[in-house]
């Protein structure tokens, strides 16, 4: 009983330190969560969509579960105890009878028996069977490539209440706000989006590059999950610290949240037409999935 309890837990510890293991490797080289039920609702549609998947993820996927019940089946498999058992030999009483007529003794004189003293053996001392467990090589596979390099020292200089004023300026013109995840390193301010498929995302402090990279990450997922539809992302900072010389033009830079206001009331949502057919609500939801996604990854 002591023995199935053993195994019990031994497997149980394994099963999670497996897991932890292959959920670390996922995570590090494929940005995989394997506990991440919309990491693996964007697999099922990428293979839906015949869109490429790198083969080191399957590659990885079918050694893990190799692992995972070889290392199962070495604990919890059956062990047989090897038993060195003494073997008592016979004596035949009549030459000792015979002795004791040609040579009488005084006294009896106590000969060593095999019971008393069992004859060595040849075979060797039982060796423990527990088994050893070995980390499994790493691939050797090409590293798959990264949506972000390393991140720079930022210098924050956003508040609370400048993220509550850029919803109320884009909420004034007619836009609807999302939440704002963190992209990578950088941590967006705002995500709006309005009518014909716009959308902006916006930040505070951080160089104009930093968000090129972010809304290049954001292009990616919408390029792999959606055909013919194009979505017009648009980009601002305010208070860059390379707003002189932006290393990224195409976005939008203020010098403060005034400007930008100034800005958007000059360019508000147009409404929504007639012929929406809930094209716009469709278009709200797909957002929604890809902030929820996004602050996962």
């Not at 999670?16 to 494929?30: M, P, Q």
């Not at 990491?39 to 099922?44: I, K, M, T, V």
């Not at 995972?68 to 919890?76: A, D, E, K, R």
């Not at 490539?145 to 004034?172: D, N, V, Y």
Request: with cysteine; glycine share 4%; aromatic share 10%.
């Amino acid at each position: 009983m002591r023995d199935k309890l053993d195994n019990f837990l031994l497997a149980t510890l394994w099963i999670f330190a497996s897991t932890l293991g292959v959920c670390f490797w996922f995570n590090i080289r494929f940005g995989f969560n394997i506990f991440s039920s919309a990491h693996w609702h964007h697999l099922a549609y990428m293979q839906a969509s015949q869109n490429p998947v790198s083969p080191a993820f399957y590659i990885s996927m079918v050694i893990s579960v190799i692992v995972v019940i070889c290392g199962l089946y070495l604990l919890i498999r059956p062990r047989f105890r090897k038993f060195k058992i003494p073997v008592r030999e016979t004596h035949n009483p009549s030459p000792n009878i015979q002795s004791q007529h040609i040579a009488p003794q005084p006294a009896p004189i106590q000969t060593p028996t095999v019971a008393q003293t069992p004859a060595p053996t040849s075979e060797p001392e039982p060796v423990s069977t527990a088994p050893t467990l070995t980390r499994p090589p790493r691939l050797n596979i090409a590293v798959t490539p990264q949506l972000h390099s390393t991140p720079l020292p930022q210098q924050t200089i956003q508040t609370p209440s400048m993220a509550s004023e850029l919803r109320e300026i884009f909420h004034g013109a007619g836009y609807t706000v999302k939440n704002n995840p963190r992209i990578g390193t950088t941590q967006t301010e705002l995500f709006a989006i309005g009518t014909n498929e716009v959308l902006w995302i916006g930040a505070v402090g951080i160089p104009t590059t930093d968000l090129q990279r972010a809304i290049d990450t954001v292009n990616q997922i919408f390029s792999d999950t959606l055909d013919d539809i194009i979505i017009n992302v648009n980009g601002f900072v305010i208070s860059a610290p390379d707003a002189n010389a932006p290393g990224a033009p195409d976005i939008l830079t203020f010098d403060k949240i005034d400007t930008l206001r100034q800005y958007m009331n000059e360019h508000k949502n147009p409404p929504l037409g007639e012929d929406d057919n809930g094209n716009f609500d469709a278009f709200s939801a797909y957002i929604s999935t890809v902030i929820d996604y996004l602050g996962k990854i």
